[in-house]
Nanobody, 126 residues
Framework: QVQLVESGGGLVQSGGSLRLSCAAS????????MGWFRQAPGNERQFVAA????????YYADSVKGRFTISRDNAENTMFLQMNSLKPGDTAVYYC???????????????????WGQGTQVTVSS
């Protein structure tokens, strides 16, 4: 069965950094687009970053550009989100997701992703 598992969340001070990982099992996603989304209390799940199958193309929400970096290691079937200069507004549950079709590229649309992890909590204190 397909499973995506996030790890690396925690509590950090403003200006700090965290590195999130998303490990996939049950299916290889080395030819699929993937992405990160986040959901804060009272808010809808929102796009954070996306990456194409090879990692050659990336796409970021305006709110995280210059601070977050998405990457992937297809040999390990793993995706990462390096988060620097964290702000209290970044506090949310972060979810990794994978698209369903081979060759799918970057997308900011939730409906374009078929596989989701359970999320990892990121809390940034002021």
């Amino acid at each position: 069965q397909v499973q995506l598992v996030e790890s690396g969340g925690g509590l950090v001070q403003s200006g700090g950094s965290l590195r999130l990982s998303c490990a996939a099992s049950g299916r290889t996603f080395n030819s699929h687009g993937m992405g990160w989304f986040r959901q804060a209390p009272g808010n809808e799940r929102q796009f954070v970053a996306a990456i194409n199958w090879s990692g050659s193309l990336t796409y970021y929400a305006d709110s995280v550009k210059g601070r977050f970096t998405i990457s992937r290691d297809n040999a390990e079937n793993t995706m990462f989100l390096q988060m620097n200069s964290l702000k209290p507004g970044d506090t949310a549950v972060y979810y990794c997701a994978a698209r369903s079709r081979i060759g799918d590229g970057t997308s900011s649309t939730i409906a374009d992703y078929n596989y989701w992890g359970q999320g990892t909590q990121v809390t940034v204190s002021s």
